[in-house]
C-alpha cells in the first residue's frame, strides 16, 4: 500500500491485479432519484477480477432503515465468502464519485479488518487512463481458505447509535452532514418518504462531492479538503461526527479526513433517515 493512505491510484492497482492476497470490490451505490441499479452497472463494466459488495444486502436485514451495519457475524460470513481472509488485501472502488466505496472502507474497519483502501478515482478514473474493464456476470467467488476471517464488534470510535447522537446534538458537538447544500438547508425534500427535510440544530455542511475533483474524480489534495471544512465552520482539531442521508456518504467525509491524519471521525450510522424520520427529534431549516 501506498503508506498509511486510505487511497491507492489507479496505476498501483492494475501493476497488483493478479496478486494472490489482493480482493478488489465494487461497493457501487445510487440514489433513489438516480435511476441506476449497481449489480447491473457492476455487470455492464467492471474493473476485471473484481466482485460486488453489495450494501444494502451486506447489512442488516432486520432493520426498517437502509443498509445499516449487520452483525460481526453476518459481515464476516459475506466477506470470507468473497475471498477475504485476515490476511487479505482489500481494494475497493465504485461508478458514483465516492458514494459508497467509503462505506465499505468503513465497514471492514468498523469489524477489524484495516488492510482496506479505497482506489482513488474509482471506475471513471480507471478507464480514463486507459485501463481494461470487463462485462458479464462474474463466477462465485472461491472462499477464502486458511485462518478464518473473523470480525470484531464495532467500537464507538467509528459507529455511533441515535442515544449517542441524540446526547451529542444536545451538547453543542459538532455533527458535519455530507448532503447536498439544498437538502441540508430543507430547500429540496428528501429522496426517501416520511423522512422531514432540514438538518439537525447547529450541524455543519460539507457535501461530499465538494471533496472530488471534477476531471479525474480523485480526491482533493488535503490542504484543499481541510480548507473546505473550516470554511464550513467546522473545526477539525476538536472532536466530530460525520453524517449524511442514510450513513454512506458520511463515510466519505471520514475517508478524506482520515486522509488528512484525522483519524477519530465516528458516522451515525442510522443519519438523517433515522434523525429526520422520527417525530421527537429536533430539525431546523432555511424554510
Do not use: K
Not at 88 to 115: I, K, L, P
Not at 238 to 258: F, H, N, W
Request: hydrophobic letters at 45%; a negative charge.
Amino acid at each position: 500500500m501506498q503508506d498509511d493512505s486510505p487511497l491507492v491510484d489507479v496505476h498501483w492497482l492494475a501493476s497488483r491485479l493478479h496478486q494472490e492476497d489482493l480482493v478488489v470490490l465494487d461497493g457501487s451505490f445510487f440514489l433513489p432519484g438516480q435511476g441506476i441499479d449497481p449489480e447491473s452497472a457492476f455487470v455492464s463494466a467492471h474493473i476485471p477480477g473484481s466482485l460486488f459488495f453489495d450494501i444494502d444486502q451486506i447489512a442488516d436485514q432486520a432493520s426498517s432503515l437502509p443498509h445499516m451495519l449487520p452483525s460481526a457475524e453476518a459481515f464476516a460470513l459475506a466477506v470470507q465468502q468473497m475471498g477475504v481472509g485476515p490476511d487479505t488485501e482489500v481494494v475497493v472502488y465504485d461508478q458514483n464519485v465516492f458514494m459508497a466505496s467509503a462505506r465499505v472502507w468503513w465497514m471492514f474497519r468498523c469489524f477489524g479488518h484495516e488492510r482496506v483502501r479505497v482506489l482513488d478515482g474509482g471506475l471513471a478514473r480507471w478507464q480514463q487512463c486507459g485501463l481494461p474493464v470487463v462485462a458479464g456476470q462474474v463466477p462465485p467467488p472461491v472462499q477464502a481458505t486458511g485462518p478464518v476471517f473473523s470480525a470484531g464488534q464495532p467500537g464507538s470510535d467509528l459507529v455511533w447509535d441515535l442515544a449517542m447522537i441524540r446526547q451529542w446534538v444536545a451538547a453543542g458537538g459538532q455533527v458535519v452532514d455530507a448532503r447536498s447544500p439544498g437538502r441540508f438547508l430543507g430547500l429540496e425534500p428528501e429522496p426517501r418518504p416520511g423522512v422531514r427535510s432540514g438538518s439537525m440544530p447547529g450541524s455543519f455542511n460539507v457535501h461530499f462531492r465538494t471533496l472530488v475533483r471534477d476531471d479525474t474524480h480523485e480526491m482533493l489534495p488535503c490542504e484543499h479538503v481541510l480548507a473546505l471544512f473550516a470554511s464550513a465552520g467546522v473545526d477539525v482539531a476538536r472532536p466530530l461526527v460525520a453524517s449524511c442521508g442514510t450513513g454512506v456518504t458520511a463515510c466519505t467525509l471520514a475517508l478524506a479526513l482520515y486522509r488528512c491524519g484525522i483519524r477519530q471521525v465516528p458516522v451515525y450510522d442510522g443519519s438523517w433517515s433515522e434523525w429526520g424520520g422520527l417525530e421527537d427529534t429536533p430539525v431546523v431549516s432555511a424554510t
